[in-house]
């Protein structure tokens, strides 16, 4: 990698960071970029799911308070997820990109539009009762995000804030801090996994690991004090670019 090179892959480190944390997606900027470096697909996907989990970190701190007493319901939904992981981690290293590809499309889309509705359906839902930790099917959400997320992870955030905004009577803020957790946890398992049986690119998780620090701590800052709508309206804006780029490419 040339001088140049590590600047872009810092710099994309710093960008997918801060947008991992407000929302997720930040994957669709420092993947490609790995590959226009010159890293091959899966060692450029590896890398850059190890090379994540330091800003993850980063972003969960700064929504610490965001989590006050969300304790139990991570623990609960914490082992679905990380079942997902591994089970993502291993399609990941035995099916071609192209399969997953047309369904995590479809996941994004569907996820957006959560999102969006989620407002309106809270109200039309506001007499029914509500399990306190999202019932089963946040349960299965969770597992299959998780899955999403150990194979590519660019939206995984968008997937869980629909679903726990729908499932949760909750703040937006509150659900995007809980998503942050589950996605550290995602992605922490699938890098355990990647260290182990795949193709590294060392350099390149170190750029992207700090940049995303940087990226994390930013994207805390400024994703705290976001409005409601707005932050929605970023979640779908960018759930959107998710879905042009897994098109295009």
Not at 82 to 111: D, H, K, R, W
Request: hydrophobic share 55%.
């Amino acid at each position: 990698m040339t001088p140049w090179e590590m600047v872009a892959v810092l710099a994309a480190g710093i960008a997918g960071g801060a947008i991992n944390t407000v929302v997720g997606s930040g994957s669709l900027i420092t993947f490609p970029t790995l590959l226009a470096v010159g890293l091959p697909p899966i060692t450029a996907n590896v890398s850059n799911n190890i090379g994540l989990v330091p800003g993850g970190l980063a972003g969960v701190m700064g929504y610490r308070t965001e989590l006050a007493g969300q304790r139990s319901r991570l623990l609960r939904l914490a082992p679905a997820s990380l079942a997902g992981s591994i089970i993502g981690g291993l399609l990941l290293l035995n099916l071609p990109e192209q399969t997953f590809t047309a369904v995590v499309t479809v996941l994004i889309a569907l996820s957006c539009a959560m999102v969006v509705i989620q407002p309106r359906l809270s109200r039309m839902l506001a007499d029914r009762p509500r399990h306190a930790h999202g019932g089963p099917w946040l349960l299965l959400g969770a597992f299959a995000s998780g899955a999403y997320g150990g194979y590519f992870g660019a939206g995984q955030g968008i997937l869980l804030i629909g679903l726990m905004g729908l499932l949760l009577d909750e703040k937006l803020q509150r659900v995007n801090a809980a998503k942050n957790v589950l996605v550290v946890l995602v992605n922490g398992a699938a890098a355990i996994l990647y260290v182990f049986v795949a193709d590294v690119d060392w350099v390149a998780v170190l750029l992207v690991a700090v940049g995303s620090m940087i990226g994390g701590f930013l994207g805390a800052r400024i994703g705290r004090r976001l409005p409601a709508s707005v932050l929605r309206a970023v979640i779908v804006c960018i759930g959107v670019v998710a879905i042009a780029k897994l098109l295009t490419d």
